[in-house]
Nanobody
Framework: QVQLVESGGGLVQAGGSLRLSCAAS????????MGWFRQAPGKEREFVAA????????FYTDSVKGRFTISRDNAKNTMYLQMNSLKPEDTAIYYC????????????????WGQGTQVTVSS
């Protein structure tokens, strides 16, 4: 069992930055591929970014490429999402997820989920 807790969300103006954190406890964090997903009001959950267990491989959805950076510190059992040049369309609840398989972009590949943190970008 892995417990995930997100933090770092908040209200920011367009063009601003936020850094989300996902703290993990339970089973060995470094064995899991990790991902960030988001869900905006009235929309389905969508993939944002993913990182392999060792951090060597990353993947991003097209809309955040060049603006968001996913990273992890296995010594601290923590994953991060640095979000720069934020846009109003980035407004959503952001969820982190852990999966025992390889890096993945679909939610069904992940076994554990956090409760989410709200990100609101004002225009």
């Amino acid at each position: 069992q892995v417990q995930l807790v997100e933090s770092g969300g908040g209200l920011v103006q367009a063009g601003g930055s936020l850094r989300l954190s996902c703290a993990a406890s339970g089973h060995t964090f470094s064995r899991y591929a990790m991902g960030w997903f988001r869900q905006a009001p009235g929309k389905e959950r969508e993939f944002v970014a993913a990182i392999s267990w060792g951090g060597r491989n990353t993947f991003y959805t097209d809309s955040v490429k060049g603006r968001f950076t996913i990273s992890r510190d296995n010594a601290k059992n923590t994953m991060y999402l640095q979000m720069n040049s934020l846009k109003p369309e980035d407004t959503a609840i952001y969820y982190c997820a852990a999966g025992a398989g390889t890096i993945a972009t679909v939610g069904v590949a992940y076994d554990y989920w956090g409760q989410g943190t709200q990100v609101t970008v004002s225009s």
